[in-house]
C-alpha cells in the first residue's frame, strides 16, 4: 500500500499541473480581462462594475500613474482593448504592468505555479487584500454549509437506504421512493425561496432567520446561545441543499444492500441461524459500503463548492461559491486561479484518502496488484 501511495502522490504533480494549464489557456482565449474591465470603468461602459481599481495587482495607480486620457492617441497598444480607442498608450502599458500582462502568456503561468508551490496566491486585482486571506474569510460560510450537509446526508440517506432494501417492493419503500423522487425533482434555490416566503416572514411567520450565519449580538451571546443561534441561522439554507442529495445517497445505499442481500453469503449466514440485524451490520454493511465509499469524494466537495452558489446568494451567506461566481465576473484572476489550485489538490487529496479507505473497510482489496 505505501509503494501505491506513493505513486499516487506523484502522480497528484502532473494531474495539477495539467489541470492549471488547461484552465490558464482558456482564460487567453476568453474575452474581456481585467485590463478591460479598468477601461470600461474608467469610459462608463461597465455600469455593473463593484470592484475598486487598483490596489491589488501590482503597482497600483497612484500618483504617479499616466492620465487615462493623454496626446499619445490611440497605437497598437490600445487598439488591442475594446473602448481604450482615445486614452493615453503608457497609461494602457501601466495597466498591463499592473496586472502583470506585460510577460509573454507563457512567461505569467510558471511564475504562477511557482508562486503556487509555496501557496503564495498573491494579492486580487480589485481588492486590496491578499487571495488567501480572502478565501479564509469566506471559508466559515462554506465549511458551514458543506460538513454539516454531508453529515446530514448520510446520517439520514444511509439508514434510510438500508430501510428500503430491507421493505423493498413494500409501502413505506413506496412512499419514501415518491418523497424523494419529488425533493430532488424541485431546484434547491426554488425550496430555499418557498422556505424564506413560508419561515422566514415572506408572508406567513417568522421562525427563522433569512440572512446571515450569526445574529448581530452573537459575541454577547453565552456558548450555548451561540450555539443555538448558529444552527437556527443554518436550518434553512441546509434544508434546501440537502434535500436533493438524500435521494443519491439513499438510492445508492438501497441498491448496494440490494446486491448484497441477493448473494450466497447472505443467504448461508441465515440459515445458520444469525439475527436479521447480525446478518444486515455484520456481514452485508461492510460489503454495501464500498460503492458509498467511492462516492464520498464527490460529495465531499460538491458539499464544499458546488450548487451552493444560489441559497448563499438567497440567504445573504459570503461564501466561497459567490466569492468565486463574482472572480468569474469581474476577472479577478488571482482569485479565480487560486480557488481552483486549492479545490484541485482537495479533490485529489480526499481520492486517495477515499482509496486509503476501502483497504481499511475491506482488506481484500490490494492496490499495489494493479497499475496506478
Not at 444552527?231 to 446486491?259: C, E, Q, R, V, Y
Request: neutral net charge; glycine residues 12%.
Amino acid at each position: 500500500m505505501g509503494a501505491y501511495l506513493l505513486k499516487r502522490i506523484l502522480l497528484m504533480i502532473p494531474t495539477l499541473f495539467g489541470i492549471m494549464l488547461i484552465s490558464f489557456t482558456i482564460i487567453q482565449f476568453a474575452p474581456g480581462g481585467p485590463v478591460e474591465r479598468v477601461i470600461a470603468q474608467l469610459t462608463g461602459t461597465d455600469a455593473s462594475a463593484t470592484a475598486r481599481i487598483g490596489g491589488g495587482g501590482g503597482d497600483g495607480m497612484g500618483a504617479g500613474a499616466a492620465s487615462p486620457q493623454g496626446g499619445g492617441g490611440a497605437d497598437a497598444t490600445s487598439s488591442r482593448y475594446r473602448g481604450a480607442q482615445g486614452l493615453d498608450p503608457e497609461f494602457i502599458k501601466q495597466l498591463e504592468k499592473q496586472f502583470g500582462f506585460d510577460k509573454p502568456a507563457h512567461e505569467r503561468f510558471f511564475l504562477m505555479m511557482k508562486s503556487y508551490l509555496t501557496f503564495d496566491f498573491g494579492k486580487s486585482y480589485f481588492r486590496d487584500i491578499s487571495v488567501l486571506q480572502l478565501i479564509k474569510e469566506k471559508l466559515p460560510v462554506s465549511i458551514s454549509l458543506g460538513v454539516w450537509m454531508m453529515l446530514l446526508t448520510y446520517l439520514i440517506s444511509i439508514p434510510l437506504g438500508i430501510r428500503k432494501a430491507v421493505n423493498d417492493g413494500e409501502r413505506f419503500d413506496t412512499w419514501t421512493s415518491g418523497l424523494l423522487v419529488i425533493g430532488y425533482a424541485i431546484p434547491g434555490f426554488l425550496i430555499a425561496v418557498l422556505l424564506l416566503i413560508l419561515f422566514a416572514g415572506g408572508s406567513f411567520v417568522q421562525w427563522f432567520p433569512s440572512r446571515g450565519l450569526t445574529s448581530d449580538n452573537w459575541a454577547q451571546l453565552s456558548l450555548w446561545g451561540k450555539l443555538v443561534d448558529y444552527f437556527w441561522h443554518l436550518t434553512l439554507p441546509l434544508i434546501a441543499l440537502a434535500l436533493g442529495a438524500f435521494t443519491t445517497m439513499a438510492f445508492l445505499t438501497k441498491n448496494s444492500f440490494l446486491d448484497e442481500i441477493r448473494k450466497q453469503y447472505v443467504m448461508t449466514a441465515r440459515a445458520k441461524g444469525l439475527a436479521e440485524r447480525q446478518v444486515l451490520y455484520g456481514h452485508v454493511f461492510r460489503n454495501a459500503m464500498l460503492l458509498i465509499i467511492a462516492g464520498f469524494p464527490g460529495a465531499f466537495i460538491g458539499a464544499f463548492f458546488s450548487g451552493a452558489l444560489l441559497i448563499e446568494t438567497i440567504f445573504s451567506l459570503d461564501g466561497l461559491g459567490l466569492l468565486s461566481f463574482e472572480s468569474i465576473i469581474n476577472r479577478d484572476y488571482p482569485v479565480v486561479f487560486a480557488t481552483l489550485f486549492i479545490f484541485s489538490l482537495l479533490g485529489l487529496v480526499v481520492n486517495l484518502v477515499s482509496d486509503f479507505v476501502y483497504t481499511l473497510v475491506d482488506p481484500r482489496i490490494d492496490f499495489e496488484s494493479r497499475e496506478v
